[in-house]
């Protein structure tokens, strides 16, 4: 039965716009995906929008951010013009990549540079036909389980799907910058997949720029990420978000035997919500993950870290490191599990989550969760809350240091576990930029 949120006009609105497209003809065109979407509709109808007696969202309320009407599918084309001064605004630099933008979740290739030999590059609803698609799409998710990733599923349109084709090794990143933008409130749904195929190597940079000054923006986005036999991946997430968007934002990882996936996350003000369930999901012996995540919140903020890692087979390794800054009324949370199931035997599991509050007024909830159900295995997992240590302050503030100045040092310190994998200078540069930024003097720390 759908719970209290499933009432909300935006539910309705929902249901009755994909009623309204499969008695359309507009269907034409998606008759390979049409089944999977007619079955995830089905699990959005039953599951409704997630309330807060929903486990995984006990902490994370989204009902706020859904109660105003929103527009569906916003125009690109018109949007363009607005993409290419967005584009302007963008300032990692040093950055030597291979671009590709996405204006609401559409490929445009005018906007874009020419990818090398070795990787294929197509909008989602152009790639039904692609051998790789057929093999990949929707084959990870649960729909049962997953509120937003079930509505994704059933209602997307636009999105990009990239193929690296096997032992293609490049030596420039990716650089994937979503851009949103319209007039009004818009509700987009992106759907991406990206298949790594064996003993191919790329590293992908992911940023969002996200045009609200006419309305707010809800960006409810799905990746599935598959990485084969012997392939390395880089995942870097910029969320670096404007005031008055919304974001929630599932990754399902696939990895083969061998294979190294690292993705490294961070979520930096302005947004009003930021949710990510990352989920990466160990299909085959000797796998390695690494997931490291920064989140630096102010205002009102709030940010919902969920990940998952699902030991599934001997001889893998994960290793995470999530660390959380938190200013003037923000609110955190973070949830981090990892499954290790019977055959999982020589596993090798770690999980840190330390959180530095510089505020009396924000919050965080931290959940680290280990399940073995395996008996030859080294796991370890562990959680911390504090505050900047006033005896480094002193000793700081004491060989002339200014106290913002110092302030600033012991965050950088304190953020170091995760800022020094980064492996991309430029990356590794705007964020400690932005990280320097966004930490205030010391009669600025609480906002009303």
Request: glycine residues 4%; charged residues 20%.
């Amino acid at each position: 039965m759908a719970n209290q949120i499933s009432t909300l006009p935006l539910y309705q609105d929902l249901l009755q716009g994909f009623d309204n497209w499969l008695t359309s003809k507009q269907t034409t065109g998606h008759e390979s995906t049409l089944p999977l979407r007619k079955k995830a509709m089905e699990h959005f109808r039953t599951l409704g929008f997630p309330s807060r007696k929903v486990e995984d969202w006990k902490y994370t309320n989204v009902l706020p951010f859904l109660q105003q009407s929103y527009e569906f599918n916003p125009d690109v084309i018109q949007n363009t013009d607005k993409a290419a001064i967005a584009l302007d605004n963008i300032n990692m630099v040093g950055l030597d990549a291979y671009r590709v933008v996405l204006v609401n979740g559409q490929v445009q290739l005018a906007l874009s540079d020419e990818l090398p030999a070795g990787i294929t590059l197509k909008s989602i609803a152009e790639a039904e036909n692609e051998p790789a698609f057929q093999a990949n799409f929707g084959q990870q998710i649960n729909l049962e389980k997953y509120h937003f990733a079930a509505l994704n599923t059933a209602w997307y349109a636009n999105g990009l799907f990239l193929e690296v084709l096997a032992n293609t090794v490049l030596e420039k990143p990716i650089y994937l910058v979503h851009i949103y933008t319209g007039s009004g409130n818009l509700f987009i749904q992106p759907r991406n997949l990206v298949v790594v195929n064996r003993s191919a190597s790329v590293s992908i940079v992911e940023s969002v720029i996200a045009d609200s000054h006419n309305g707010d923006i809800f960006v409810n986005s799905v990746s599935e990420i598959v990485v084969k036999e012997n392939a390395q991946v880089h995942h870097y997430n910029l969320q670096n978000n404007s005031k008055n968007t919304r974001q929630v934002n599932h990754t399902e990882v696939s990895q083969k035997r061998d294979s190294v996936y690292s993705n490294y996350t961070f979520s930096l003000p302005e947004a009003d919500l930021l949710r990510n369930n990352l989920h990466l999901n160990l299909n085959d012996e000797y796998t390695e993950s690494h997931l490291y995540g920064l989140y630096l919140l102010n205002g009102r903020q709030l940010t919902d870290n969920h990940t998952l890692v699902n030991h599934l087979h001997p001889h893998c390794e994960s290793n995470e490191v999530y660390k959380g800054v938190l200013l003037d009324n923000a609110n955190g949370v973070f949830n981090g599990k990892i499954f290790v199931q019977r055959d999982a035997q020589k596993t090798n599991a770690f999980q840190q989550n330390n959180n530095l509050l510089l505020s009396n007024k924000a919050t965080i909830n931290s959940k680290p969760q280990l399940e073995i159900f395996a008996d030859d295995v080294k796991c370890s997992h562990g959680s911390t809350v504090g505050q900047l240590s006033q005896e480094a302050m002193f000793y700081l503030r004491s060989r002339g240091i200014s106290e913002q100045t110092a302030r600033r040092l012991l965050v950088s310190a304190f953020a170091f576990d995760v800022t020094q994998n980064i492996r991309i200078p430029a990356v590794e540069a705007y964020i400690n930029k932005l990280i320097t930024q966004h930490i205030p003097a010391e009669q600025e720390l609480v906002k009303a």
